[in-house]
């Protein structure tokens, strides 16, 4: 890079702008900075355009252009069944958090509106995911997904925490300004609970110590990001991303919670015929409004983490009725998705209704709630999709109960070619 230039004058060099090439001559100012490098007046205008026009971009698309909370929540009902409570909450938690980005000179009185995140709980396969991945959709923010399993604390084997925000940097774009305003959800973050109450003589790298550094980030601070991911280490070039704007949802199981609720809430009888548990094993649904952030603690949840974590949500598990909407009704449902596809080669796919009962029963027998849906009509399509690329004209294929329960080859038939 030119900074000074010979002139074969008495000093033999003069000043130079380090990014235009114009010299002290020309510019009407020049900056210097450290090692002999300078900067004219017309780059510097120029970069506070570059800059003003990335806030002003990120100003318009979220004033006056929020969705409201119930816009938020009819777009979710597009693509998730059930789960109304959830969707409510979280409709209102991420309108509330966008709204204090677009209006920052609302905030009077030196009143400070601090940002909402947001705790999901629930079964595997209810849809937290989905929730998160469809909100960042509908605002067109960036948005990233995560898993805390593979967190450890700074200087053990495993992934430093800052390593979460690179993945959202890089789905931004290496865009900075719109990665400040995305949104992260952390998987498996029950995973990261303290192994126990009782102090170990070992640390626990992956546990209490993951949640200690992910403190700072949550809250909001100006994290230290490797462009590389890995380890930081001394002399690294680092990129810094204000976090205080990021929308983080954190997501788990919490497989084992029911029972620290019910040992605070339940009165077990003692004796025989005792039916406390099952009480509120058939409640399920009442125990966990009935959570209290003891009850985290008791999880191994350390209380720091859970005061970041203000707006906690638990998603109901999904019931007969519900799986069957959900490969039927949603606007991306497997069924769909698979006549969609079948379409292309000719083929007309239809799944009786007995055929959606027994794909129902099946995930529930598997308990792999939504998520193992996929999976069981794949396996039922698998031989199908491998015959009919193959096969010449137009076909009918029909699903029944028999070809999901017993794996009988599916009804197919020939169609006449329209004239």
Known sequence: MARLRNTNGNNGFERVCSFCGRSADMARRLV???????ICNECVEVCRHILEDEDQDMTAQFSGNIPTPHELKAYLDLFIIGQEEAKKALSVAVYN????????????DDVEIEKSNVLLIGPTGTGK????????????????????TTLTEAGYVGEDVENILLKL????????????????YIDEIDKIARKGENVSITRDVSGEGVQQALLKIIEGTVASVPPQGGRKHPNQDLIRLDTTNILFICGGAF???????????????????????????????ELYRSLHPDDLIHFGMIP????????????????????????????????????????????????????????????????????GLRAIVERLMTDIMFDIP?????????????????????????LQMSA
């Open 32 to 38: 210097a900075g450290p090692n002999d490098v300078f």
């Open 97 to 108: 958090h966008y709204k204090r980005i677009a209006n920052p000179a609302r905030q009077q």
């Open 255 to 285: 497989v084992g919670l029911d029972s620290h609720i019910a040992r605070r809430v339940v009165q077990h009888p003692m004796g025989f015929g005792s039916e406390g548990r099952s009480t509120w094993e058939r409640n399920l649904k």
């Open 390 to 414: 193959s096969l010449e004209g137009r076909r009918r294929v029909v699903i029944t109960r028999d070809v999901v329960e017993q794996s009988q080859p599916p009804e197919m038939y020939s």
């Open 129 to 148: 995911t989905l929730l998160a991945k469809t909100l960042a959709k509908k605002l067109k923010v960036p948005f990233a997904i995560v898993d805390a």
């Open 304 to 371: 720091e983490f859970i005061g970041r974590l203000p707006i906690t949500v638990c998603l109901e598990e999904l019931s007969r009725d519900d799986l069957r909407r959900i490969i039927t009704e949603p606007k991306n449902a497997i069924v769909k998705q698979y006549q969609a596809s079948l379409a292309i080669d000719n083929v007309q796919l239809e799944f009786t209704g007995d055929a959606i009962d027994a794909i129902a029963d099946t995930a529930i027998k598997q308990k792999t709630g939504a998520r």
């Open 169 to 184: 940097i890089q789905n931004a774009g290496g865009n900075i300004a719109q990665a400040e305003r995305g949104i992260i």
